[in-house]
């Protein structure tokens, strides 16, 4: 029998990264979508690379994906690539809504045009429920998105939900919450974190500026979100699903936890800094992932302490490699 066959968009970031690995490990023929650019980010698909195919399209881009599309022929697309940083959407709203938003219609034509066959995974966030009308949230739950961000992700969301109603696709939004890991981007926090903690234990850094220490987040290991993103394409019929670890905890008690993880008290080196502070917030994120468990029979593995003492584990021996320590 011939290998099924998957197109992942935003295989150089975190999540494509894991889902490449997942599915290489299930027997699939992998196919990478990546932009082009002058430097070459390959870092996260470095180990996978011979096992893998890349090819090049941009979601700004109809044409390369109706292009790829009909030369790969995909059995399943797992739409991973946006603008995904939250803070980026407030300075380049127009691009984030183009790619973030928009690229997920343009994937959806694309599939409706070429082969209305095909099984679609879309990124959808726990940022579209923003300031939040029910704790937990659920796939129930009503949307109110904070950030310019957030509001492309609705809008994903819901073409999603409408080109499988309208046409009949089998197209999934998984609504994921905060997932991390040590590919994570060093730009979000928990990796902002535990790489200074790596830092200033090695003596290669002194202090770390952060914005919010209120706001919560349920976050979870991206290893084992990937799975779910799965599981919902291999089920009989397409649906939607929440995602996460059903608890949350504070930015203070992330610090508290990587910090103490190596003996540190992060009161002596956290300052706050309102660069850092967002013109709207999401206060608080917890999932009630109830629906992913009956159904798809999902359960995270790895806990918050543990994901994030690996983080702080991972930036040690990074930091200590890079640096002959
Ligand atoms: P990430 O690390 O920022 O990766 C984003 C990926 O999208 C990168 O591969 C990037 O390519 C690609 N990309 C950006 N613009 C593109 C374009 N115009 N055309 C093609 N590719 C483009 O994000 P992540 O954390 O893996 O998240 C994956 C997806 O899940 C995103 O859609 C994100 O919004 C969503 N999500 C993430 C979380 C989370 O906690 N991680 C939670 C809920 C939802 P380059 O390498 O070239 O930049
Ligand atoms: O790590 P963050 O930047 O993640 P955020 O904004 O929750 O978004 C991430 O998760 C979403 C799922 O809910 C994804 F859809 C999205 O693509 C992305 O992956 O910030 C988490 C919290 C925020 O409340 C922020 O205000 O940490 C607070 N925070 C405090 N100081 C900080 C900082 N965030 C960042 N990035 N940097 C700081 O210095």
């Known amino acids: 029998?011939?290998?099924?066959?998957?197109?992942?968009?935003?295989?150089?970031?975190?999540?494509?990264?894991?889902?490449?690995?997942?599915?290489?490990?299930?027997?699939?023929?992998?196919?990478?979508?990546?932009r082009r650019t002058s430097t070459i980010n390959f870092a996260r698909i470095h180990h996978i690379q011979d096992k893998i195919t890349l090819v090049s399209g941009d979601l700004l881009d109809q044409g390369s994906i109706l292009a790829i599309l009909q030369e790969y022929k995909p059995q399943e697309i797992y739409n991973l690539a946006a603008q995904s940083f939250v803070p980026a959407s407030w300075k380049q709203p127009v691009f984030t809504g183009e790619v973030t938003a928009l690229g997920v219609t343009r994937m959806l034509e694309g599939i409706r045009?070429?082969?209305?066959?095909?099984?679609?995974?879309?990124?959808?966030?726990?940022?579209?429920?923003?300031?939040?009308?029910?704790?937990?949230?659920?796939?129930?739950?009503p949307f109110y998105p904070r950030s310019p961000y957030g509001v492309a992700k609705v809008y994903g969301h819901w073409i999603t939900v409408n080109y499988r109603e309208s046409y009949d696709l089998f197209a999934c939004s998984g609504i994921l919450f905060n997932h991390e890991s040590p590919r994570r981007g060093l730009e979000f926090v928990t990796r902002k974190i535990t790489y200074n903690v790596a830092k200033i234990k090695l003596g290669l850094?002194?202090?770390?500026?952060?914005?919010?220490?209120?706001?919560?987040?349920?976050?979870?290991?991206?290893?084992?979100?990937?799975?779910?993103?799965?599981l919902m394409l291999q089920q009989d019929s397409p649906d939607d699903y929440v995602v996460g670890t059903g608890e949350t905890h504070s930015?203070?008690?992330?610090?508290?936890?990587a910090f103490s993880y190596l003996g540190l008290d992060w009161h002596d080196y956290v300052i706050q800094d309102p660069r850092f502070m967002r013109p709207a917030e999401v206060d608080l994120l917890v999932s009630d992932p109830g629906k992913a468990r009956r159904v798809l029979g999902w359960e995270p593995d790895v806990s918050f302490t543990e994901l994030i003492q690996m983080m702080v584990d991972a930036d040690l021996a990074t930091l200590k490699k890079e640096h002959n320590l």
Do not use: H
């Open 1 to 34: 029998m011939s290998k099924r066959r998957a197109l992942i968009t935003g295989i150089t970031g975190q999540d494509g990264s894991y889902l490449a690995d997942f599915l290489l490990e299930q027997g699939y023929e992998v196919i990478g979508m990546v």
């Open 251 to 257: 930015v203070e008690e992330l610090c508290e936890t």
């Open 113 to 141: 045009t070429v082969n209305p066959e095909i099984r679609f995974y879309q990124a959808s966030s726990s940022e579209m429920f923003g300031k939040v009308q029910e704790v937990p949230q659920k796939e129930s739950t």
């Open 205 to 230: 850094s002194q202090q770390l500026a952060l914005g919010n220490l209120d706001s919560k987040r349920d976050w979870g290991f991206a290893g084992d979100y990937v799975r779910a993103m799965w």
